[in-house]
């Protein structure tokens, strides 16, 4: 039981470049989602999904896009990547809400940096 | 939406001094409120979450209090300890019984420092 994967660990993108962060979760858990974290700002979520095909924005979206076909896995899409998206994204994941003790699982987060 | 507003943003204390961190709310919706430490350069980690149909709840060295009606929430480190030493984020959101969620809305985070 892995728990929640993240891929990469590092990235450095160029201003304009594309790229997706890669996020699975191998605890059959409905719920996913996406967070920034940079400094003095706390996290802030971009996007989450209650379950496979179900997808909505959360504080920060803009930038970003997110699709759920299976359970399993939540990529994250950088259209075009700005300076203001460096930073740290963690993705999440925890039972269906409602569920007794659901917390929230994070992955080891994705530094990405943006020149 | 929600806004969880978090203090002090630093915390310094003598190691086996207890630890108070506070946080509020604005949404009144809001029924789950955890806490999660992360340590530097790792994930955040839950290390106690409450429900608001408690007013207070224990585990070992560490504790939460809740009041609905100011809509405060705190954690309590009693005996602090060098591991102690990380940033602690607050969280708040409602949880749906059929299903549908919102994300959780965090505090920007204390850190705490424990001086030996």
């Known amino acids: 039981n892995a728990g929640v994967t993240q891929t990469p660990k590092f990235q450095v993108l160029k201003t304009g470049q594309s790229m997706t962060l890669q996020c699975a979760q191998d605890?059959?858990?409905?719920?996913m989602s996406w967070y920034r974290q940079d400094p003095g700002m706390g996290l802030r979520l971009i996007h989450y999904s209650v379950g496979a095909g179900i997808t909505d924005q959360g504080e920060v979206p803009n930038g970003y896009n997110v699709s759920r076909s299976t359970t399993e896995d939540f990529p994250l899409r950088l259209l075009s990547a700005a300076p203001s998206q460096t930073s740290v994204y963690f993705c999440a994941s925890r039972r269906k809400p409602g569920a007794r003790n659901s917390p929230l699982h994070f992955g080891n987060g994705t530094r990405l940096t943006v020149t | 939406g929600e806004n969880v507003e978090q203090h002090p943003s630093t915390l310094s204390v003598q190691e086996g001094d207890s630890a108070v961190i506070k946080c509020t709310y604005s949404?009144?919706?809001?029924?789950?409120f955890p806490w999660y430490k992360q340590e530097l350069g790792k994930r955040p980690q839950l290390i106690i979450d409450i429900r608001s149909n408690v007013g207070e709840k224990k585990d070992q060295r560490i504790a939460v209090t809740l009041n609905k009606t100011a809509k405060h929430f705190s954690l309590h480190i009693t005996e602090t300890q060098p591991e102690d030493s990380a940033v602690y984020f607050c969280?708040?959101?409602?949880?749906?019984?059929?299903?549908?969620?919102?994300?959780?809305?965090f505090g920007k985070g204390t850190h705490l420092i424990i001086q030996p």
């Open positions: 949404d009144s919706a809001s029924n789950y």
């Open positions: 969280a708040a959101s409602m949880i749906y019984s059929g299903g549908g969620a919102d994300g959780l809305t």
């Open positions: 605890m059959n858990h409905e719920y």
